[in-house]
C-alpha cells in the first residue's frame, strides 16, 4: 500500500471541490442585482446577476464545498436569500444567508 503524503492526503479533499451553484432572486422591479458573501469579501460588484425575461435574476457560481454566508444586493439594498439552507449572521451580528455546497 503507498503511503499517503500531506500532498495527496489534500488532493482528493473535499474542501478542494468545486460545483457550479445557481442562484436566483425574483425581483422583477429591480434595477440591480448582485451577489455578495464571503467568497468575495463581500463586495457585490465581483458578483453582478442577470435579469431573465421574467423578473428573475440568476447567476451561477463555480464555490468550494463547504458552508457560504451570503446576501442578494437589490438596488442597494441587502436582502436575504428565501430560497437559502437557513439564516446565520456575520462576525458583526448580521443576519445573512447560509448555502450548504456538497
Known amino acids: 500500500m ?4 500531506p500532498e495527496t492526503v489534500h488532493r482528493y479533499s473535499a474542501k478542494r471541490t468545486v460545483v457550479p451553484v445557481n442562484f436566483s432572486y425574483f425581483a422583477p422591479k429591480a434595477k440591480s442585482v448582485q451577489l455578495l458573501g464571503d467568497f468575495n ?3 457585490g460588484s ?3 446577476m442577470q435579469r431573465m425575461p421574467d423578473g428573475a435574476w440568476h447567476l451561477q457560481l463555480p ?3 463547504g458552508q457560504h454566508r451570503y446576501l442578494f444586493l437589490v ?3 441587502p436582502v436575504l436569500d428565501p430560497q437559502a439552507n437557513g439564516v446565520t ?3 458583526e451580528n448580521i443576519r445573512v444567508s447560509l448555502l450548504m455546497v456538497s
Not at 503507498?2 to 503524503?5: A, D
Open 2 to 5: 503507498r503511503e499517503q503524503t
Open 41 to 43: 469579501h463581500w463586495d
Open 46 to 48: 465581483d458578483h453582478p
Open 63 to 65: 464555490m468550494h464545498t
Open 75 to 77: 438596488d442597494g439594498e
Open 89 to 91: 449572521r456575520t462576525e
